[in-house]
């Protein structure tokens, strides 16, 4: 069956650090999307990517940076990792980017200690 | 700008009520759609509705129904006989094509239904 996953689910890293987060899907879809949750702000938009090569800034991009290089995939980098950036990621991808829902991936959640 | 509005930040329900959660959005496009997403305890996110601007009809799916209503600029998710298994976080989302369609959230209410 085709999916969306996330690795690593959970990752505690060090004020400072590059951390990359992998996210991959199967279902051949053009678009993919980078969200952050948190309490009291829900889901906000990082980074999205209608097709190789394109990348795209969100409401919320500040010290994050994204590359698409194919179509399965699409890795969140934290450049310099801030205690700001403990949170929840979910990546999503869509097959195009009009009317038609995203399907999320189970999340990998992020402390930066 | 586009914006979701989920004035309810948490509910709770006793097993069997019905329980309405109310989305308001703004958007000055013509062309849009709305979307219902179900985050249930284990965190993953599914998704349950899509709604485009040029369909008002309501949609009923067992228990669950939506009313899109553009007089209003609502499209609020009605639960009939609720149970336990509908404890989670609901997002409202919205899609214009006036913002290359991204996919904007409302900040989610939790419904927690009690036996």
């Known amino acids: 069956d085709a999916e969306i996953t996330q690795s690593p689910r959970h990752k505690i890293t060090e004020t400072g650090r590059q951390v990359t987060l992998a996210c991959h899907q199967t279902w051949n879809h053009n678009n993919m999307f980078w969200y952050r949750q948190d309490l009291g702000h829900g889901l906000r938009l990082i980074h999205y990517s209608y097709g190789v090569h394109d990348t795209n800034k969100g409401e919320v991009s500040d010290g994050y940076s994204v590359s698409r290089s194919n179509t399965e995939d699409l890795p969140l980098t934290l450049e310099s990792a801030a205690s700001s950036q403990t949170s929840v990621y979910f990546c999503?991808?869509?097959?195009?980017?009009?009317?038609?829902?995203?399907?999320f991936g189970p999340g990998t959640r992020l402390t930066v200690t | 700008a586009q914006k979701v509005t989920q004035a309810q930040t948490e509910i709770s329900v006793v097993e069997k009520e019905d329980v309405t959660l109310d989305c308001v959005y703004e958007t000055r496009d013509t062309t849009y759609y709305l979307f219902w997403y179900k985050q249930p305890p284990s965190g993953e996110l599914v998704f349950l509705i899509r709604r485009n601007s040029f369909d008002e009809q309501n949609e009923i799916s067992g228990r669950y129904s939506w009313n899109f209503q553009k007089s209003t600029s609502s499209f609020n998710f009605t639960i009939t006989a609720s149970q336990v298994v509908d404890s989670a976080v609901y997002f409202c989302a919205l899609k214009e094509r006036g913002s290359n369609y991204k996919l904007t959230f409302g900040k989610g209410t939790l419904l927690t239904v009690n036996p």
């Open positions: 999503a991808s869509s097959a195009w980017a009009g009317g038609i829902e995203q399907y």
